[in-house]
């Protein structure tokens, strides 16, 4: 088989970021075969209220007119059912779950979930979704490290939906064999998404390598192998989700590098590479297009969907995407993109009815 032919992928989690940065991103959505996605809210300062998740949709909307942008709140603790009910009525779709400190522009995290019930209460009766960084704080003293932090997270998603069974939740970006069996383990209204780079990577992959380096951060490789082996077998709650998050390359190259691999331009070449080493590129349409949108019933509002159509070519990923520069007000440089010069074995040949 050379060539493929696919709805327009749905990316189920996706940064956006703002200002120059925004400008160059936000277009690229479509580039990479994609025509909806759930927009992060962890921006500075975060999405905390309809007006403001609004008003950034304004924006996104102006920079890619065709794609579909579903949007988030940031949870804390001023958030209210009633604003969950005025967020639901704007057509609003989730709310965004950090714990406090543990990724990019998480301070305003949450430290217990107990107090969140009434909210939790509000949007399972709207029909709401819940999405879940699924870590817990690294703590010394406890023996938790990016090692293991989503193994020990596991327990509040179970407590949650234990409490709310009829509340959608999506554990966000999973990373271990322990997350993929908890997901399976309980109700339909428990979902998953799984990132192009956790499909690929393992932890000697972003060790001393900034580029690579992400969080939740790659783990073992019988990890990575649940990733790929519960695509495999199509499972349908388990779905595209890129958490593509750009940095500028000043930024991951520093003595601290930003948490983030961008992904973002080359969605569906990455995935229908990575899907044939392993098997599994007969799964791509399910869990590119089909299941994320199953999941979150959002079938009758999309704007567009296009078809994608990807043929077998051997070819480099590109070394970066440059952001602002002369006249631009605001931030300029460069992201450097995930397999950046790295072989490729499909590529985009056309989107139908991309503008």
Known sequence: ?????????????????????????????????V???????????????TEMALAYKAELEALAPQVTFLMSLYLNPALTPEEIMKAKAAGIRGVKSYPRGVTTNSESGIESYDIYYDVFRAMEKEGMVLNLHGEIPSDADKNVCVMNAEEKFLNHLKEIHLAFPNLKIILEHA???????????????????????????????????????????????SDRAALRNVILEGHPRFFLGTDSAPHPSHKKEGPEACAGVFTTPLVLPYLATILESYGALDRLEDFACNFGRKFYEVQKEEKWVGKVTLVRESWEAP????????????????????????PLGWKIESIEGRS
Request: aromatic content about 6%; charged content about 15%; overall charge neutral.
């Open 1 to 33: 088989m050379d060539r493929i032919t696919i709805p327009t992928a749905c990316d189920m989690h996706v940064h956006l970021r703002q200002g120059t940065l925004m400008s160059m991103v936000t277009p690229k959505v479509v580039e990479g075969g």
């Open 35 to 49: 025509s909806i996605c759930y927009v992060m809210p962890n921006l500075q300062p975060p999405i905390t209220t």
């Open 175 to 221: 990373t271990t064999e322990a997350a993929v069996n908890m997901v399976k383990s309980l109700g339909d209204t428990v979902g998953c998404t799984i990132t192009v780079h956790h499909l690929q990577l393992v932890v000697d992959d972003w060790a001393g390598k900034c580029h690579n380096f992400c969080k939740p951060v790659a783990k073992y490789p």
């Open 319 to 342: 070394k970066g995407y440059s952001f602002g520069g002369e006249g631009i007000v605001g931030e300029k440089g460069e992201v450097v993109p995930f397999m950046a010069g790295k």
